[in-house]
């Protein structure tokens, strides 16, 4: 079987290789999956480049998330969960860039059979975020507004989502005027530009209503714009640079406005999380993107073998959504 693995960081789309491998056998407790789908996200590329918030040691599996079928089971592991279809959970120890992977039971969740995979292979990233940065920061009654900035990505697609499921209104920031309508359409009470006069398209807006929450996946002058619309204990939670500015927020209106600013890492989650309650998570969402109220935009599918010009696809600006391997 064929698989992508990391022999030292560098370029995204340089520095991996494709080698041959024996199908591993799962231990106690372990599951082996054959890959159907599997994401390529910023979160990889940053791991490839030794950006990312841990490095593995070399040579590296690669792959965080992912979707297929049970192949296999080791020791404590009912034989009949082989032929299940399971996403994976992106705990970061095992690979999904290849054929087949093996897997603590515990990292594994049970899927729609029926569903495209493409959108289950998604699921471990980006739906869990948009979820998690919704719910633990402020307790959000319907109506409420919450701000994005980096509103066109897969996150900021499934935090509009699954707001508007909540009855939470979503303003949302983008950089380029051609994403407006499809926020629109995908559920966005408003979508502003980061433009000259961001300001007053934030407060047009709003018409006077305060935010409650605001979630930063890009930095610099938009999030300082947005914390001076935040009631009084509102939050700001940042999980992406993006833009690679820092956040900046004027003391006086952290003070008077009681203000908190949060760091989020779903790496930090999955470690801080009961399992029970991880398991619980995903299955939710599982569902919702089963049913179809969850989605995200896919850009292009590539075999494992053209990996370079996949990750190369998957660093372009301008791209139509995500970029996965299909291995089915
Ligand atoms: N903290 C965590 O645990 C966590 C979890 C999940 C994701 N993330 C991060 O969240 C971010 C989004 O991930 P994703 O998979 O949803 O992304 P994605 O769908 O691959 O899309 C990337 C988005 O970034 C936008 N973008 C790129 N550079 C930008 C800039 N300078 N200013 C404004 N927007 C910019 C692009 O906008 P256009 O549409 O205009 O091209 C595009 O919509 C990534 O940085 C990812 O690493 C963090």
């Known amino acids: 079987m064929k698989a992508l693995r990391l022999p030292a960081f560098g370029a995204p789309a340089q520095v991996p290789e494709l080698v041959e491998v024996e199908p591993a056998t799962p231990g106690p407790n372990q599951v082996a999956v054959a890959i159907e789908a599997a994401p390529i996200n910023p979160s990889d590329l940053m791991l490839i480049a030794g950006d990312y918030g841990v490095r593995?040691?070399?040579?590296?599996?690669?792959?965080?998330?992912?979707?297929?079928?049970?192949?296999?089971?080791?020791?404590?592991?009912?034989?009949?969960?082989?032929?299940?279809?399971?996403?994976?959970?992106?705990?970061?120890?095992?690979?999904?860039w290849t054929d087949q992977t093996v897997v603590d039971e515990r990292n594994v969740v049970p899927v729609n059979p029926n569903a495209d995979p493409l959108q289950l292979a998604m699921i471990g990233v980006n739906p869990v975020t948009a979820y998690v940065l919704l719910h633990d920061f402020a307790a959000l009654e319907p109506g409420a507004w919450v701000a994005q900035t980096g509103a066109s990505s897969a996150v900021g697609r499934y935090v509009i989502v699954l707001a508007k499921h909540a009855g939470v209104?979503?303003?949302?920031?983008?950089?380029?005027?051609?994403?407006?309508q499809e926020l629109l359409d995908a559920g966005a009470a408003a979508v502003v530009v980061s433009n000259e006069d961001f300001s007053e398209q934030v407060a047009g807006a709003l018409g006077g209503a305060p935010l409650s929450l605001v979630l930063d996946g890009v930095g610099g002058e938009p999030v300082t714009t947005l914390a001076g619309q935040l009631k009084v204990g509102g939050a700001i939670v940042s999980y992406a640079a993006l833009g690679g500015k820092p956040i900046v927020v004027?003391?006086?209106?952290?003070?008077?406005?009681?203000?908190?600013?949060?760091?989020?890492?779903?790496?930090?989650?999955l470690d801080s999380t009961?399992?029970?309650?991880?398991n619980e998570t995903y299955r939710e969402l599982?569902?919702?993107?089963?049913?179809?109220?969850?989605?995200?935009?896919?850009?292009?599918?590539?075999?494992?073998e053209e990996y370079r010009a996949a990750i190369t696809r998957a660093q372009a600006s301008?791209?139509?959504g995500k970029v996965l391997f299909s291995l089915a």
């Open 250 to 269: 004027p003391p006086l209106t952290l003070i008077f406005r009681g203000l908190s600013v949060h760091g989020w890492w779903l790496k930090h989650w």
């Open 318 to 320: 301008g791209r139509h």
């Open 56 to 96: 593995p040691q070399l040579p590296a599996a690669l792959g965080a998330e992912g979707v297929g079928r049970i192949v296999a089971v080791g020791d404590g592991v009912d034989a009949s969960r082989i032929g299940e279809r399971v996403m994976i959970v992106p705990t970061l120890e095992q690979g999904t």
């Open 286 to 304: 599982a569902a919702l993107v089963a049913d179809g109220t969850l989605a995200a935009p896919v850009d292009a599918t590539y075999p494992l």
């Open 274 to 278: 009961p399992p029970a309650k991880i």
């Open 169 to 180: 209104r979503t303003l949302n920031v983008v950089r380029r005027e051609s994403a407006v």
